[in-house]
T-cell receptor
């Protein structure tokens, strides 16, 4: 059974810092990995999707990497802003389901 | 284009009642998946529908059921509600429900509170 772990569970940083969120999974037989953002009480917003054959994807200040063989992914956020405060969720894709980690709650202080 | 629409946004029900939640996927998407999110368990997969057929099911009791209509809209039903069913229920839409370059798009969810 696939298990996804996200570290740290919570992170508080001052504005402007670069930061890394970590995601690990136990079964490397995945199709892709998707990073989401969730604001309090809201749905999920897709940030980046990395196919299993890819090593990284970039969108603006976000960069996600994937090392499928070691079961790890990182989400790098450059020059963090207060508007980045949210919970970040990592999800690995089986054929037709997503398995989620518990998320990292990020607080960026002005 | 319109996103994934879930209705209602909030619901309060009493134990023992039943509830029906609705999800309209992105136009052209034929796969709808449902997830339950609670503080303790996080996000857990309930079931997936494709072309009106349940294609996959998570580990939830039979009180949780769903269906999909010919226009791809989906409903989820929970019967004999329990306090532990209080959660955010999220619907995810995808083109064909198979791995592709677009992944899943989620709705804003229905917040169900059972009292």
């Amino acid at each position: 059974k696939q298990e996804v772990t996200q570290i740290p569970a919570a992170l508080s940083v001052p504005e402007g810092e670069n930061l890394v969120l970590n995601c690990s999974f136990t079964d490397s037989a995945i199709y892709n990995l998707q990073w989401f953002r969730q604001d309090p009480g809201k749905g999920l917003t897709s940030l980046l999707l990395i196919q299993s054959s890819q090593r990284e994807q970039t969108s603006g200040r976000l960069n996600a990497s994937l090392d499928k063989s070691s079961g790890r992914s990182t989400l790098y956020i450059a020059a963090s802003q207060p508007g980045d405060s949210a919970t970040y969720l990592c999800a690995v894709r089986g054929y037709s389901t997503l398995t989620f980690g518990k998320g990292t709650m990020l607080l960026v202080s002005p | 284009k319109a996103g994934v629409t879930q209705t209602p946004r909030y619901l309060i029900k009493t134990r023992g009642q039943q509830v029906t939640l609705s999800c309209s996927p992105i136009s052209g998407h034929r796969s709808v998946s449902w997830y339950q999110q609670t503080p303790g368990q996080g996000l857990q997969f309930l079931f997936e529908y494709f072309s009106e057929t349940q294609r996959n099911k998570g580990n939830f009791p039979g009180r949780f059921s769903g269906r999909q209509f010919s226009n791809s809209r989906s409903e989820m039903n929970v019967s004999t509600l329990e306090l532990g069913d209080s959660a955010l229920y999220l619907c995810a839409s995808s083109l064909n429900g198979i791995p592709d370059n677009y992944g899943y798009t989620f709705g804003s969810g229905t917040r169900l509170t059972v009292v």
